[in-house]
């Protein structure tokens, strides 16, 4: 891989459900719905957009092809993308706990 997996972080909010989407090997179709179903309807991904973000993520090597056959592509996570997921989750927490505080600042000033 051409760059190291920290240079990709922070992922866009697209490119982040497409890899937790994969905590099981889908189809692109598999990571619209799933990605619907989790975020509660809050992201709807075109295929356009699933599409294009994956061939980008195979390009570096975050994921793999599982599986190709009458027209449907397989995708699973490699080690390297769930390193990169691992990396990001870990950065979500750490922005998160910074919120939290934030907001209790920002509350006791009301």
Do not use: C, W
């Amino acid at each position: 891989m051409a760059k190291s997996i920290e240079s990709l972080i922070p992922l866009s909010e697209t490119a982040y459900y497409i890899l937790l989407s994969l905590n099981v090997p889908r189809h692109g179709y598999g990571i619209i719905k799933y990605v619907e179903k989790l975020t509660g309807s809050r992201i709807k991904l075109g295929s356009g957009t699933v599409y294009t973000t994956l061939g980008k993520m195979s390009k570096v090597k975050v994921i793999s092809v599982y599986q190709d056959r009458d027209r449907k592509t397989v995708y699973e996570l490699t080690v390297e993308g769930s390193k990169l997921l691992e990396l990001e989750i870990n950065r979500i927490k750490i922005v998160y706990k910074d919120t939290l505080y934030q907001e209790g600042l920002f509350n006791e000033q009301k």
